[in-house]
């Protein structure tokens, strides 16, 4: 019998991929059959299923398309309101049109059914290109990760984290091979003046294969299961929670990991950093130092990160009579003057009486997979207590190519 559904003509999205799943399973019964038992149509009952799927496979990549147009609108009208509201009201008003980790969780495929049920574990992959939700609004542009934001004229409005100021790529490898650049400063004045005729001086490159291994980094927390059918809640846990747990620690991991597994190798740890000493109660003339001292060997500073004791205890330097440092401006400008322009990344992660200042082509964050979650109620004695294990992870490396593109630099505020 050939293959035929019923399709409607109001059928969306969700009900074509039925057909699409009913078709494929067809063709699969069809052709498990011994053949001495096929139909004398079988060819044609073959060819039916295979036809349909061509058809509305075709269907679905419109019907998907359209989606996403309707989805791109959605988000261009959020930030044309947002962007006539001013910096002010953009992050509220972008919330709804934000993609998030947490908001593609509960809108995966196949998330309801099972929060129905809730039964096994259910698995999505939910970091995408824009995780971070950081907008512009002056500009109205969402940013890729690894893009780090300050709204022009205006203090820093969220907090930053080291991958924010980081180069962050894909990759499918468990440990990432890299080429690390060695005596760069004495190499490159290879070249020399040359007289006609005469030899040409041969320039000497020294490199070293390095690997940035895959690491893991994980969390869970527990929830009860009434949060499951409850998805603006269970996005907020992933969002606010899991999520913020992941980057604190792999921010630990890229600024301190000591190399030994299961730790990455983190900036501070690698060989060839170059040190700074500090001015002493002059915080902002130590980081441009070593300012100096990244642009001494062509690397361009455009980060620094610190403790955040250690950043306002040289903000509110006291000066006169005013906490200004001596800068003498109103707050933006006088962050900015204070950190010579970088993007400064508040952390505990650096202890107090240390900064790193740093350019963010010095390294590299390898993503093996994006933050992956995964709830179920496998875990101990949560079945019978309706309690359900809510667990975030993800899998990463760290390549530092240029060391001494970063300076370990001591401070007193």
């Known amino acids: ?37 096929r139909p004398p149509t079988y060819a044609d009952d073959l060819r039916s299923a295979v036809d349909f799927i061509h058809m509305f496979d075709s269907i679905e990549k419109a019907l998907e398309a359209g989606e996403r147009a309707a989805q791109a609108e959605a988000r ?33 495929e196949g998330y309801e059914e099972w929060a129905a049920k809730q039964r096994g574990t259910f698995e999505v992959e939910v970091r995408t ?80 294969q390095v690997d940035a291994p895959i ?4 969390a869970w927390i527990p929830a009860t299961s009434e949060i499951l059918a409850d998805a603006p809640t269970l996005r907020g846990y992933i969002d606010n929670r899991l999520r913020y747990m992941l980057m604190l620690r792999e921010e630990a991991q890229v600024l301190n990991g000591n190399g030994t597994a299961p730790n990455l190798r983190g900036i501070l740890q690698t060989v060839g950093v170059q040190t700074r000493a500090a001015v002493a109660t002059d915080l902002p003339g130590t980081i441009g130092l070593a300012i100096g001292l990244v642009e001494n060997v062509d690397g361009e500073a455009n980060f620094v990160a610190l403790n955040p ?16 440092n001596g800068f003498g401006g109103s707050a933006p400008a006088q962050q900015e003057a204070f950190t010579w322009g970088l993007a400064a990344v508040r952390t505990r992660s650096m202890v107090a009486g240390k900064a790193l200042v740093g350019s963010s082509m010095g390294a ?8 992956t979650v995964r709830v179920g109620d496998q875990h101990n004695d949560y079945f019978v207590k309706n309690l359900v294990a809510i667990l975030a992870e993800e899998r990463i490396g ?16």
Do not use: C
Not at 86 to 97: I, K, N, R, V
Not at 309 to 324: I, S, V
């Open 129 to 208: 290109l824009i995780d971070s939700g950081v907008v512009d609004p002056a500009g109205g542009v969402w940013r890729p990760v690894g893009t780090p934001y300050m709204a022009a004229g205006t203090a820093r409005q969220i907090r930053l984290f080291i991958r924010d100021v980081l180069s962050v790529q894909q990759t499918g490898l468990a440990s990432v091979p890299y080429i690390r650049e060695v005596n760069a400063l004495t190499n490159e004045a290879g070249a020399l003046m040359t007289s006609e005729g005469s030899a040409k001086p041969e320039v000497v490159m020294q490199f070293t």
């Open 76 to 108: 261009t009208k959020a930030e044309a309101a947002a962007k006539a509201k001013g910096p002010t009201g953009a992050f509220a008003e972008l919330e709804e049109a934000r993609i998030s980790a947490g908001r593609e969780f509960v809108a995966a």
């Open 1 to 37: 019998m050939p293959y035929a559904p019923t399709v409607k003509a109001e059928d969306g999205l969700p009900e074509i991929r039925q057909h699409l799943a009913g078709a494929g399973e067809y063709l699969r019964d069809l052709r498990a059959g011994p053949e001495d038992k």
């Open 398 to 413: 760290l390549a530092v190519h240029r060391p001494d593109w970063f300076v370990d630099t001591t401070v007193t505020p």
């Open 364 to 371: 590299t964050i390898f993503e093996r997979e994006g933050v």
């Open 215 to 218: 690491r893991k980094i994980a």
């Open 309 to 324: 004791l250690d950043y306002w205890a040289g903000m509110t330097r006291r000066q006169a009579n005013q906490f200004d």
